[in-house]
Nanobody, 123 residues
Framework: QVPLVESGGGLVQAGGSLRLSCAAS????????MGWFRQAPGKEREFVAA??????IYADSVKGRFTISKENGKSVVYLQMHSLKSEDTALYYC??????????????????WGQGTQVTVSS
């Protein structure tokens, strides 16, 4: 089991920035891919970004605004968010797992999840 602990959510004005962090514990955590998903009320969980085998993958909706990064030698990932929009308002989840490239945008292929951290962007 890989527990995930998230932090960094909050309320921010449109155009502002937030940095989310996710720390994974457990011996196998450093062998996993890590990613971020988000879910707005009444909507399905949506892929945001992933860090997999040293590469980064982004949803089109956040490309150029969000950056996922991993701390070297540690099972900690960040999601740096800039130019936030009201559409970014959601509960953001950190995920860990071993999805293949063709499935990493599907939350069902990720085995471990954090509790979620709320990001609210005011317009």
């Amino acid at each position: 089991q890989v527990p995930l602990v998230e932090s960094g959510g909050g309320l921010v004005q449109a155009g502002g920035s937030l940095r989310l962090s996710c720390a994974a514990s457990g011996r196998a955590a450093n062998s996993y891919s890590m990613g971020w998903f988000r879910q707005a009320p009444g909507k399905e969980r949506e892929f945001v970004a992933a860090y997999r085998r040293g590469t980064t993958i982004y949803a089109d909706s956040v490309k150029g605004r969000f950056t996922i990064s991993k701390e070297n030698g540690k099972s900690v990932v960040y999601l740096q968010m800039h130019s936030l929009k009201s559409e970014d308002t959601a509960l953001y989840y950190c995920a860990a797992g071993q999805p293949i490239l063709s499935t990493l945008r599907d939350p069902h292929y990720w085995a471990h999840w954090g509790q979620g951290t709320q990001v609210t962007v005011s317009s």
